[in-house]
C-alpha cells in the first residue's frame, strides 16, 4: 500500500513525524506537505500560482516535499506532477488539535484528506485534541490501528472497491478521526458518531497596539452544556475516540425534494 502523507501544520510539524513513524509499517509513505503551518486554511488552493516546491530532509528522520502552499495545494500536486505513483490512501495529520464540529469546515487538515478523496483516493484526516501533554506518538499508534481497520474492512464494502479504469469517476471514502485529549483512562473506546454543526461561541479580545491601532484575538469555544449527543464533539468530550464519516456534496436533501416538490421555479419566478 503506497500511503499519501500531508497536513497542514507544516513539514516541520511533530504530528506529522509519529503519524509518519506508524504508517510506514502499513505501506510506502510519501511526505507531501506545506513549508509553512497552514491551520484553518480550508480548502484554499494558490491560484494564481506559482507554488514552489523542495524536496527537504527532516533531520535524519525523513525525506519529502516541502510545498509553499496550502494544504489541498500538496494533495494536488502529489496526485498530478509531483510523486511518480498514485497513493491508495491519503492521511492527514496528526493536527495539533481537534478537528470537530464546525472547525472541519475551517479546518486544512480535513481539506487535505477531502481532496484526495474528491479524487479517488481513499483518505482519513487524523486531529488530536489538546490537552496538557501532547503525546503524538501515542496518538498515532491509535490511529493506526483505526487506519488499518479501515483498509482492511473499507466503510461502503465493495462500493469502496476501485473499477480500475474508471478511477476519474470514483470518489474515494472520507472520514475524520478525532482522539480526546490523552489522559489516564482515555481514549475509553471508539465511537462512530455524525458531525456536530454547533458554532463556536466566538470571542475576540481586543489589544492596542503600539502604534495605536486596535487588533483582535480570536478566541472561540464549544459551550458544553449545549453538546449534541451522538455528535463528533460530544463523544470527544466523554472521552472517546471519534470517527466521522464525510462528504463534500453540500446539497441540502430535504430542501431540494421540497423545491421539486413545491415546483418552485414553475411557479412564480421568472428567470427570463
Ligand atoms: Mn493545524
Known amino acids: 500500500m503506497r500511503i499519501l502523507l500531508t497536513n497542514d501544520d507544516g513539514i516541520l510539524a511533530p504530528g506529522l513525524a509519529a503519524m509518519r513513524r506508524q504508517l510506514v509499517t502499513l505501506g510506502e509513505v510519501d511526505v507531501v506537505a506545506p513549508a509553512t503551518p497552514q491551520s484553518a486554511a480550508a480548502h484554499a488552493i494558490t491560484v494564481p500560482g506559482p507554488i514552489a516546491v523542495r524536496h527537504v530532509r527532516v533531520g535524519e528522520a ?3 516535499y516541502a510545498v509553499d502552499g496550502r494544504p489541498a495545494d500538496c494533495v494536488k500536486l502529489a496526485l498530478g506532477p509531483l510523486l511518480p505513483h498514485r497513493p491508495d490512501l491519503v492521511v492527514s495529520g496528526i493536527n495539533d488539535g481537534a478537528n470537530v464540529a464546525i472547525n472541519v ?7 487535505a484528506a477531502a481532496e484526495g478523496a474528491l479524487f479517488g483516493v481513499d483518505a482519513v484526516a487524523v486531529s488530536l485534541e489538546r490537552g496538557e501533554s501532547m503525546d503524538f506518538d501515542r496518538a498515532a499508534q491509535i ?7 479501515l483498509v482492511t474492512a473499507p466503510p ?5 472497491t ?23 483512562g482515555v481514549p475509553r473506546g471508539l465511537r462512530v458518531v455524525r458531525q456536530s454543526t454547533q458554532p463556536m461561541q466566538d470571542t475576540y479580545s481586543r489589544h492596542e ?11 472561540g469555544a464549544f459551550d458544553e452544556s449545549a453538546y449534541e449527543s451522538a455528535t463528533d464533539l460530544h463523544a470527544l468530550c466523554e472521552g472517546y475516540v471519534a470517527l466521522t464519516p464525510l462528504h463534500f456534496d453540500l446539497t441540502n436533501e430535504r430542501l431540494l425534494e421540497q423545491m421539486n416538490a413545491a415546483q418552485f421555479l414553475k411557479s412564480d419566478v421568472s428567470i427570463a
Open 62 to 64: 525523513f525525506e519529502g
Open 209 to 219: 497596539a503600539p502604534d495605536g491601532r486596535s487588533y483582535f484575538w480570536l478566541e
Open 156 to 160: 461502503g464494502g465493495d462500493a469502496a
Open 162 to 184: 476501485p473499477a480500475r479504469g474508471k478511477l476519474s469517476r470514483r470518489r474515494g471514502w472520507l472520514v475524520n478521526l478525532n482522539i480526546p485529549a490523552l489522559r489516564p
Open 105 to 111: 469546515l475551517y479546518s486544512g487538515t480535513v481539506a
Open 143 to 149: 490511529a493506526r490501528h483505526v487506519i488499518e481497520r
